[in-house]
Each structure stands twice: as structure tokens, then as C-alpha cells.
């Protein structure tokens, strides 16, 4: 099969390879839709520990059925699907309480497996599902950086009345500002220094802004909710700045491994820090089924590009992709 293969730092190419072996609790998923994510940028510039060539990236994706093993019986071939690429063993005590990215046996497809910049991925059945008739390949494809936004904003517990700030207008920021309209907020900040991404931002309904000293009126009291979608240390220095005595936020972005943070100002204005991973298999399922509601919507944001030019996608994100917001590569 044809895959587009990690083979150094800015270094992909598209190689023949050998057929994923299907194991019998699989299916093999012929690859429609595959979004590339910002962890995989990381990757291709070689900053990403997780990531080592040789490696078939992608694990944001949709497709069919092309082969189901002797134990996935519960699959046809030619079914519409995506997939939850973070596969866990479903029996320690974070799978069975509701907490399976946490697993410490978790592997993730494109990381520690063969990922889906190729023709064919193979996928445990357990972590596959069909997609509705009316949601499309590239609409199933956001099943997955939607479930992290929705991981986000669950542990926030947000309340409609609460004031919300997103730091990082990318795919996972755009899609928590989403998910928090869902929840009944109506009142998100977003803070960007890309006008681009701003102006996605505005269109989507939120208030969005390059620095916060841009806010009419300041920012008061500051807010309830605050969620670092970037990961620098600056970003997370502002986010526990910006929040309100009691307040609460969330660290999502994974840029930088280490940073400071004012802890002692912390614990005198009882700021609540989490940290969020992923998301949890309910998570994806809630991703997949508010996808099919309608609630969410970024496909006006979205390019589609042939498999064959990844290395030219890759490159077009990093340099600075305009209104762009994701770019699927496709076989079709």
C-alpha cells in the first residue's frame, strides 16, 4: 500500500509498504479522511519525543472497512467509520473507572503504531464507529481533536453563566470554544497572535483579541474558566494571571515541557490548576455524537489535499496556512 512516511526532521515521502497485519480484534480501515494534527507538526520538525522515523503519522481519521478479523464480527465490510486512535487494555483501573487516557499501557495510532497517512490502517474494533449516513468523512475525521475539547471543558465543570478564556486559536482552541457553546457559555474570549485564526475565532461566536490589554474595559475581575490551548510557558503564566480569585484552568497545550508559574500567588487567590490529556472513550463517543446533532461546524476552515503532497501540507501549516484551520490529507 501507499504511505507517506516520517523519515526525519521536514523529511516525508510517500513509500510502498507492507499491508498492516490484522490481528483478529481488528479491522483494517480504508483511510478516507486523515487530519493532520499539531503534535504531528512537532513530530515532523523533530521536536516530538513520541515521534521516530521511520513512522506513518495520522491519527485523526475516517474511512471504511475494508477487512474485518475472525473476532470483529461485529463489523461489515464497506461500513462508514472513524476510529478512537488511542488504544488502551481496557482492564486497569483508569479503563474501567472512565479514565482510559490515562492508561499506562495506552498506544497511540501514528505514534506507537502505524497511523493513517496511508491506504490502510488497522484498528481494534473496540475503538471503532460507524458514522451516521449524513456525517461526512472529513466531518468524522474531527470526531478526535474534538474529543480533547470536550475533555477540556468537562473538567472546567462550566456553568452558562461563567466567563471563559481560551488561549490559542487552533484547531483544539476553536473547537473548546465550540464545545463551550454547547455547555450554555456565551461569553469566551479567545487570544491569538494570528489574525487569521482570529478571524475564525469572531466568525465562531467568540470575542477574540491578540493580547488581553485589547479587551474594552479590562478584564474586571478575570475569569472563571481559563484554558491554555498552546503550551508555552508566556501562555501559562497569562492563563493563571488572567483568572479570577477561585478561578480555575486548564493546560492542554503541550509546546514546552517545563515552565514557571507564580505558585505562591496561586495558592493565595486558590487558583485550581489541571492539567488535561486526551480524552476518555466517553469523550470521543460525546465528540461523535454532538458532530452528528450539529453543534459543531469547522469544515468552512478545512483544505483538502492529495496524501502524495503531505510534505507541501506539513510545510503550509508551519509557514503559516492563512484561514485555515485544519488540512485533511486524502487518497479520493
Known sequence: MKALVYEGP?????REVS????QPDEVLVRVSHAGICGSELGGYLGHNSLRKPPLIMGHEFSGTIEQVGE???CFRVGERVTANPLVTCGECRY???????????RQLLGAHRPGAFAEFAAVPARNVYRLDDHVSFAEGALAEPFACAI???RLLALAPT????????????LFALQAAAAYGIRDAVVVDLNESRLEIARELGGIAVSSLDDMPGGIGEGFDAVIDAVGAEATRQRSVAAARPGGTVVFTGLHEADSRLPVNDMIRAEIGTKGAFAYSRDDFETALRWIGQGRINLLPWTETTPLGE???AFEKLIGGPGKI?????TLE
Open 310 to 312: 503531505g510534505g507541501t
Open 162 to 173: 461563567d466567563r471563559l478564556l481560551i488561549y490559542g486559536a487552533g484547531p483544539i482552541g
Open 71 to 73: 473476532q470483529a464480527t
Open 19 to 22: 499491508l498492516p497485519a490484522l
Open 95 to 105: 479503563c474501567l473507572n472512565g479514565a482510559s487516557q490515562l492508561c499506562g499501557a
Open 325 to 329: 484551520a485544519k488540512i485533511f490529507l
Open 10 to 14: 521536514r523529511t516525508m515521502n510517500v
Open 151 to 153: 475533555h477540556v471543558c
